[in-house]
């Protein structure tokens, strides 16, 4: 890295365990920690900063990467880089990494955990506790075993789900118009079309990259096809489910329930009509946060981070942007 004595980075506070990162630089990188969603608070935290550790919860937009006079290095957790604008980042010669893959089971498992938690009932039955009701007071849950469940994007995560969904004796249907279909041969998934997708499985997880094209495909079309007991479970970024075509679904009976751990607007406001169906869990964009992926996410940025200040290159699969004298 140019310039002279330690160099320092700025850390989104949500980049956690924190002990983690502060262990893998050592004394190697100075790390001034939190900074507010915000362009304006991003750069002038980021003034005299030559690393940039974050998560999605920051954007990392054009003007503030024109603003980063200092900034070359960009390390983001997880696979979602649509926060950063990549195209911005090459034209300042601030490189990108990422980490693609690396949190995939953990987003897979609560993309599970949402489907198993509306089908069986899980917070219908608490705040039937919480009301000094029963068993019988509640309504019978509906299983996974044995149904059948629609993937919508089956890279990454998609097909890890498609995993774990086989100890559930589930057909799994699968719509990814860039994957081949030997792709879900493993997991005895049926690649199928957009249509079929949404029509055929009694749940539909959404776990496509959010792309222009993926912007917006779950709207009030993509619901009606789906038959109306059936489940919508969302772990992939919130701008690719409608939430008022979501909330219109769910109020007309036309819609089973929904798990969702991605919203159009983040953080969730606490007045969102999303919190007024019980038959809706929705978790603060945790999917990706386990310990152990987390552990290894920031283990993995550390190495790449280090590797490109001592003038190598980081491993092509983490880089998004690349440095800018690699050819």
Request: proline share 6%; with cysteine.
């Amino acid at each position: 890295m140019s310039g002279a004595g330690t160099p320092t980075a700025l850390v989104d506070q949500d980049v956690k365990p924190r002990a983690v990162l502060e262990r893998g630089v050592g004394d190697r990188i100075a790390l001034d920690v939190g900074v507010d969603p915000t362009e304006d608070a991003l750069i002038d935290r980021l003034a005299g900063k030559d690393v940039l550790f974050t998560t999605s919860r920051l954007p990392v937009s054009r003007r503030v990467l024109e603003s980063a006079d200092s900034l070359e290095l960009v390390a983001k957790i997880g696979t979602g880089i649509d926060t950063i604008d990549l195209d911005a980042a090459a034209d300042n010669g601030v490189t990108v990494v990422y980490t693609p893959g690396l949190n995939a089971l953990s987003v897979a498992e609560h993309a599970l955990t949402l489907l198993l938690s509306v089908k069986r009932n899980v917070l219908i039955g608490q705040q039937a506790l919480q009301d000094g009701k029963w068993r019988d007071e509640v309504p019978n849950a509906t299983p996974v075993a044995g149904t059948s469940v629609g993937i919508v994007g089956f890279g990454n995560v998609g097909s890890r789900l498609a995993g774990l969904l086989s100890g559930f004796n589930v057909d799994v249907y699968a719509y990814d118009p860039y994957i081949h279909e030997i792709d879900t041969q493993i997991t005895g998934t049926t690649l199928t079309d957009f249509e079929t997708v949404l029509s055929e499985p009694e749940a539909v997880v959404v776990t496509a990259e959010h792309t222009a094209e993926t912007r917006g495909m779950i709207d009030a079309d993509a619901l009606a096809t789906m038959a109306d007991d059936a489940v919508l479970v969302n772990t992939a970024r919130g701008p690719i489910v409608d939430t008022d075509a979501v909330v219109a679904a769910l109020r007309e009976g036309t819609l089973g329930g929904a798990g969702l751990d991605v919203f159009e607007t983040e953080p969730l406001p606490a007045d969102s009509p999303l919190h007024g169906f019980e038959n809706v869990v929705t978790t603060p964009h945790i999917a990706a946060s386990s310990v152990r992926a987390r552990s290894a996410i920031i283990e993995t940025l550390v190495d790449c981070t280090f590797e490109f200040m001592d003038g190598g290159v980081p491993p092509e699969r983490f880089i998004a942007v690349a440095p800018p004298d690699d050819v």
